[in-house]
């Protein structure tokens, strides 16, 4: 891969000790790209010394879901300035500004809405993916919330999410925002493909 070249990384494993490159770093980090091949985390700019995703799966660990296309639209059907609004530009830039997910109604609503509309939602967290929480869950109001799912990261107390968000409870629309969140069991995630 060229310098400065982005990439999609899908999972991490730890293996040999690799010493050097462009931040002359020791690390037994390796990331896994999209296309099957691995990258040292030594030469990667990942904003973070740890993983900055799930581990790669093992033989004892269930493999991933697929996850489906489902119907689409030409323009973002949220609010301008919502909360669902800022979670639908995320998708639309990192699907490669093709399409917009066929959902409405209140966020509370949104993984009900996406399911019937053929996407994949799952209980699991997973990054690249559009996060629905509900009223009284990290904060989120009577309507429920959504952000979008940057990255994933497993700590010693849980799994935990890096999310980017619009109209985040207590802000004013129209301003993003982003955190790091606990993964609670109450939210879903409906996958971008």
């Given at each position: ?5 982005r ?13 050097g490159?462009?931040y002359?770093?020791s ?15 030594a ?47 995320k ?48 904060d989120?109001?009577?309507t429920?919330?959504?952000?979008w ?25 129209h301003?993003?925002?982003?955190r790091?969140?606990?993964?609670l ?6 996958l971008?493909?």
């Amino acid at each position: 891969m060229r310098n400065g070249a982005r990439i999609t990384i899908t999972c991490y494993a730890r293996g040999t000790v690799f010493d050097g490159g462009p931040y002359d770093m020791s690390t037994d980090l390796w990331n896994r790209l999209a296309d099957g091949g691995y990258v040292t985390d030594a030469m990667l700019d990942t904003g973070s010394d740890d993983p900055v995703v799930p581990p790669c799966a093992t033989e004892s660990m269930r493999p991933a879901q697929p996850r489906a296309a489902g119907r689409t639209v030409g323009s973002n059907p949220g609010e301008e300035g919502s909360a669902l609004w800022g979670a639908l530009e995320k998708w639309y830039f990192a699907s490669g500004k093709r399409s917009y997910p066929a959902v409405d109604g209140a966020p509370r609503d949104l993984a009900s809405s996406a399911r019937a509309a053929g996407w994949t939602v799952v209980r699991e967290p997973r990054d690249r993916a559009v996060v629905v929480i509900p009223p009284g869950v990290l904060d989120a109001p009577g309507t429920g919330h959504v952000a979008w799912v940057d990255a994933t990261s497993s700590r010693p107390d849980g799994t935990y999410l890096r999310i980017t968000e619009m109209a985040a409870p207590d802000t004013a629309p129209h301003i993003w925002s982003g955190r790091t969140v606990r993964a609670l069991p109450e939210l879903s995630y409906i996958l971008l493909p």
